[in-house]
């Protein structure tokens, strides 16, 4: 019995351990039919012990094959630990274990024959699946993909360090390019010498590949062995340098020039000027320009059109106005840059040609202006800037059609019966072509009805403002003798504040201008101004045209009106120094007589002070303030800088610092001319009294400019007291608001009473007074930098310009016959 239990009991331990053994082979099993089926490339390390069971089938090197009970496995020894291997992959088929193992066994030997303690896990992992990923690929590739520039000092891959993959047709040095990897390309360039004019497919060479990249270290290396690879043409038509600019890569641009990269190549899309413009790349335009000026001019092999042509937006055509380019350039397709923007319907664009000096009456192709290609479009911006700088409503083109015609023709809608009403309101024969045009015919279409209560989108008497200033510009006719008899009368112009409102004021003095057939500065010989009026008494003085003016004012709102309020000063001083010298002192210029006011601030109350280019009055009469405290002596006319003045008359409190003790001139006058009248009779009395009566001459003519009516509005309270409860506090924050604006607007008014009064001065002393001021329809604030609010404002002023044409003619026959 006892004998019997012991068998017993030995059959079940036996039977036990081998359960065990049974169950171990069972999960190798499925570990290794699982690794198979998941990842059987993914690499472990495994004891090489592990494996003594198995039989090694083959052998290379470090790189063995086994066969094991339901696998076949390739290990890698490692050669920190050679009690452990790197299990390669783990498969099922014998064939594609043979396949695998000579491509690891051969590919591999070199980067463990080289770096022999380099190969790590990860590492092992990495070039295993490049490899696989690319069977074709030379060693020199896979060195370069898995980074190991140490691995090109080895004789198999140094052998193919030029070969190129069968794919892509790329080298090593291409694919280190592309990766962007500077120790490869380090190595290769410099100590294994890679050729640098091998193309690809594409017919790319490494400098293509370089110029993707933002590290301009790589052309810098490239360079190092000089090759024609860096001008070639890739069969997309591009040179290095033409997709560095078309990616933007500035930095890329200025190495790829300095390195000898032509800027004249004509590519796919031009010169690589033209391709920056195309993409929108400021800096790298800029780069081409500065190391070769002559692109500004070049032309594109397809249309013939220069950079500007190009150009997509105001920035790039500012660039290419600060490297003098032609703005009136036509392209071999008939097309100056101004009509492409209004063919693009690129609003800012063609404003920065038009505020820089591009013509709006230069025919195209088929002799349409760019303002036949606007009314074609029906956009109402481009047609209202277009007009406001002069372009030509009667200008026909080679078919005979005038804008008007085109007008009525192409208008849709609303606008089609606004504008068939403006036409015939002034005269409807301007909306048909001549008769001898080829769209003529024998019998005109009746004249369409005028379309009564229809309020205009902004074309409010279209024809009629160029009309009129059309007829304005052939000035006045004089009775014979009138140009030889010397001038009896003294003739002044007085300028209202109001920031960039100062627009305003410009326009007005072209339609002067035009109807008196001379210069704002032969025409009169006192001119006043406050703030903007002030800076544009200056500029009038020193000899800028209207034109340049209105130009001027759009581009320094620009630079002057950054960020926010209150604005830097210092550009606003550059600016001006810019404009009018830094060195530049108001004596420098005599004739006209010219007042600029400001507000001496180092006192209160404060003083109206006045910058003059003449010495001024002695007066005798009782100062209007007893002083009580000595102040600092006031610069003599002699010593005064002329952008001083400028800045002094322009230190509008809140929007710019004051500039020393001086604040803006509006705070007490801005509307100068009662100070101007009053100065010019003490002057006169100066005289008097120093027996200078052949000096004196009386006024003949005051013409008061103002910059713009806003519409008013209504305020709902302007009550300001102590408040009891959370409800009126804010009815006391909104009406301390409200009236501190009313009381700044009613001290700084130029229009009002203040007209009223130099009206009636005049008046009793038999002076011609004319005032003039557009009434805008919204308000426009004086740090306005929106172009299309500007724009209108101008056209609200064109359209009272064509309403106060009567008075502008007789206003241009006065200063003519003083």
């Not at 279409?445 to 009309?467: M, N």
């Not at 006169?684 to 008013?712: A, D, F, I, Y």
Request: glycine share 8%; charged share 20%; proline share 6%.
């Amino acid at each position: 019995m006892r004998e019997g239990a012991k068998g017993t009991e030995g059959f079940l331990i036996m039977s036990e351990v081998q359960r065990m053994q049974f169950f171990d082979r069972l999960v190798n099993t499925l570990n290794t039919v699982t690794n198979i089926f998941a990842n059987p490339y993914r690499v472990r390390e495994v004891p090489l012990s592990d494996y003594a069971p198995s039989s090694r089938v083959a052998d290379e090197g470090r790189v063995m094959l086994y066969r094991a009970v339901n696998s076949w496995d390739c290990l890698f020894i490692n050669p920190n630990a050679p009690q452990n291997a790197f299990r390669l992959f783990q498969v099922s088929s014998e064939e594609e274990a043979r396949s695998a193992f000579s491509q690891f066994a051969v590919k591999m030997r070199p980067f463990y024959e080289i770096s022999p303690y380099s190969l790590k896990l990860d590492t092992v992992q990495q070039l295993t699946d490049c490899l696989r990923s690319h069977p074709n690929w030379p060693l020199a590739h896979v060195a370069v993909e898995m980074g190991m520039k140490e691995g090109f000092r080895h004789n198999h891959i140094m052998r193919c360090i030029n070969d190129t993959e069968s794919d892509e047709g790329i080298t090593a040095l291409h694919l280190a390019c592309k990766k962007g990897d500077i120790d490869c390309i380090r190595e290769l360039v410099e100590g294994c010498g890679a050729r640098l004019d091998i193309v690809d497919k594409n017919r790319e060479t490494v400098y293509h590949y370089a110029a993707r990249q933002s590290n301009s270290q790589i052309i810098e290396l490239l360079s190092k062995q000089h090759s024609i690879g860096v001008n070639h043409l890739s069969s997309n038509g591009e040179t290095p340098l033409h997709i560095a600019c078309r990616l933007g890569k500035t930095d890329v641009v200025k190495s790829l020039l300095h390195c000898q990269a032509s800027s004249s190549i004509v590519g796919s899309c031009g010169y690589p000027i033209h391709t920056s413009m195309k993409f929108i790349q400021v800096g790298c335009a800029e780069a081409i320009l500065e190391t070769d000026p002559k692109q500004i001019h070049s032309e594109d092999p397809c249309y013939g059109g220069t950079p500007l042509h190009w150009a997509k937006n105001s920035e790039m055509i500012r660039l290419l106005i600060n490297h003098r380019c032609n703005l009136n350039y036509l392209s071999k397709s008939g097309e100056t840059p101004l009509h492409i923007m209004v063919k693009r319907e690129r609003f800012e664009c063609a404003l920065t040609l038009l505020v820089n000096g591009a013509n709006a009456n230069i025919k195209g192709e088929s002799g349409n202006t760019p303002l036949h290609l606007a009314m074609k479009l029906d956009n109402l911006d481009l047609i209202k800037a277009l007009i406001v700088f002069g372009a030509d409503v009667k200008s026909p083109n080679d078919f005979g059609e005038t804008p008007g015609l085109i007008a009525a023709r192409h208008s849709k809608g609303n606008n089609r019966k606004v504008m068939l009403n403006l036409l015939y309101s002034i005269g409807a024969e301007c909306c048909y072509p001549p008769p001898d045009s080829p769209t003529s015919s024998a019998t005109h279409p009746a004249r369409p009805a005028p379309v009564k209560g229809t309020t205009g989108l902004g074309y409010s008497d279209l024809i009629g403002i160029t009309t009129v200033l059309g007829s304005l510009s052939k000035g006045v006719d004089l009775p014979d003798g009138d140009w030889c008899r010397p001038q009896r009368y003294d003739r002044l112009l007085c300028l209202d504040g109001g920031g960039i409102r100062g627009l305003v004021l410009i326009q007005l003095l072209i339609a002067i201008e035009q109807a008196a057939g001379q210069p704002i500065r032969e025409l009169f010989d006192w001119i006043s101004g406050t703030s903007t009026g002030g800076i544009l008494a200056l500029g009038i003085v020193h000899g800028k045209s209207m034109q340049y003016l209105r130009c001027l004012y759009f581009r320094m709102k620009d630079e002057v009106f950054k960020g926010s309020r209150p604005f830097s000063s210092v550009p606003l001083e550059e600016f001006l120094k810019k404009e009018f010298g830094e060195h530049t002192k108001m004596t420098d210029v005599i004739k006209p007589k010219v007042m600029v006011t400001g507000t001496l601030a180092d006192r209160h109350p404060g003083e109206l002070h006045l910058f003059r280019n003449y010495n001024a009055p002695e007066l005798q009469r009782d100062p209007p303030y007893m002083r009580t405290a000595q102040f600092q002596a006031l610069t003599q006319p002699a010593d005064q800088l002329v952008w001083c003045a400028a800045r002094c008359s322009g230190a509008a409190p809140t929007y710019f610092r004051p500039m020393g003790r001086f604040l803006d001139g509006g705070l007490l006058a801005n509307n100068p001319t009662l100070d101007a009248l009053t100065e010019i009779h003490e002057y006169n009395q100066s005289l008097k009294r120093k027996g200078g009566e052949s000096q004196m001459k009386k006024l003949g003519v005051v013409v008061s400019l103002g910059t713009g009516k806003p519409p008013q509005v209504p305020v709902s309270s302007v009550d300001v007291f102590r408040p009891s409860n959370p409800w009126e506090l804010a009815k006391t924050v909104f009406g301390a608001r409200e009236l501190g604006k009313m009381v700044v607007d009613c001290c700084t008014d130029s229009d009002g009473r203040a007209v009223d009064r130099a009206r009636a001065w005049c008046e009793m002393v038999d002076i011609p007074y004319f005032r003039l001021n557009s009434q805008l329809k919204t308000e426009v604030l004086l740090d306005e930098v929106d172009n299309s609010i500007l724009v209108n404002m101008l056209w609200d002023t064109q359209i009272y310009i064509y309403q106060e044409r009567e008075k502008i003619q007789e206003l241009a026959h006065l200063l003519l016959r003083a």
